[in-house]
């Protein structure tokens, strides 16, 4: 294919001073371009779709800890612990620098809200039909920032067994793995 | 219509191109972007399962749940956090403390003696000054080995 000098013009839609026209104005659109664009982006955008939509929403600041073999998180209560507070459901339980310097394990405030909602979880249970008579799914999700010593979080962990949530998930952030050395 | 078709009907070869409506063709286009724009989760965020240990004795002994077992649970492996590097314990003996870089190595030779199937039952513990992070990564060692028994706690 024969290789030409550009025209001056950059869209031949747009006139040029000197055709003696009047000048347009409105300029045209390269509709193959546009066309090529929208579907790079419905493209991108359909590969980064997720159906589940945003399960846990982190506070600002918390920074989560990365980790490589980890799973697809499910919709569960959150439980979030950042450098100042420790939220439970978007409810503040208290500050986290004051449960830190704590000497008890119990949480009581975090203790209720667990409670009530296992309770809430248990009503909804007997409500449905499906469900009676089996065990409730008691799993909560820990988010909790990776600078925190590990104090807080095991604080955290025994009030949400005590509760009745003995299972959890920690929220991390995926990264991929380290290429292997031939 | 969004297409139009030549029916052809002249006395030329009946053409096979299609015309595509363009204009009903960026509508869409420009909804499924905005429709995806709106829901799109910039921020993936996975998760690492693990269950709580009542190695605490006083909270748990007052628990009111059942299910949590308050004996000594059996485990094959106690991994012990300490700021200074990780204590591994295979039933109660004491195989060695190690940093964070010898660790690698020394779990890689207990799977490799454990062969292929081996998932051993591992009690995960750390010290109160220990960074969060730092027990996210022995969690993330353990799960690459392919071990998936584990309980989380403190001592």
């Known amino acids: 294919m024969a290789i030409y000098a550009p025209d001056r013009r950059v869209n031949p839609t747009i006139r040029r001073k000197n055709t003696g026209g009047r000048k347009s104005v409105y300029a045209g659109l390269f509709l193959t371009s546009m066309v090529d664009m929208f579907a790079i982006l419905v493209i991108f955008l359909l590969q980064s779709f997720d159906a589940d939509g945003e399960l846990i929403v982190l506070p600002k600041g918390l920074e989560l800890p990365l980790a490589v073999n980890t799973g697809t998180l499910q919709r569960a209560p959150v439980l979030s612990v950042s450098r100042e507070k420790i939220e439970f459901e978007g409810i503040e339980i208290g500050r986290t620098l004051e449960i830190s310097a704590q000497t008890e394990w119990p949480i009581p405030k975090l203790q209720e809200a667990l409670k009530a909602y296992k309770a809430k979880l248990e009503l909804e249970a007997q409500a449905d039909p499906l469900k009676a008579g089996q065990p409730i799914d008691a799993k909560i999700n820990i988010s909790a920032d990776r600078r925190l010593q590990f104090q807080v979080i095991k604080k955290v962990i025994y009030n949400a067994s005590y509760a009745g949530f003995p299972d959890f998930r920690f929220a991390v952030f995926g990264k991929s793995k380290p290429a292997e050395n031939p | ?155």
């Open chain 2, 1 to 155: 219509m969004g297409v139009s078709i030549d029916q052809g009907g002249g006395k030329g070869r009946k053409s096979v191109d299609s015309e595509l409506n363009l204009i009903p063709f960026i509508d869409l286009l420009s909804v499924c972007i905005l429709f995806l724009l709106m829901t799109a989760v910039w921020v993936h965020i996975s998760k690492m399962s693990a269950f709580s240990q009542p190695s605490g004795e006083a909270l748990i002994s007052h628990s009111e749940v059942s299910s949590i077992n308050q004996a000594k649970e059996e485990r094959d492996y106690d991994f012990l956090i300490r700021t200074s590097g990780v204590e591994i314990k295979q039933d109660g003996r004491t195989l060695g403390q190690f940093d964070l870089t010898q660790l690698e190595a020394k779990m890689d030779q207990i799977k490799k003696q454990g062969g292929a199937a081996f998932d051993p039952k591992i009690s995960l513990r750390s010290a109160d000054d220990v960074v969060y992070d730092d027990v996210i990564y022995v969690l993330d060692q353990i799960f690459t080995r392919g071990w998936t028994k584990v309980t989380v706690g403190g001592f």
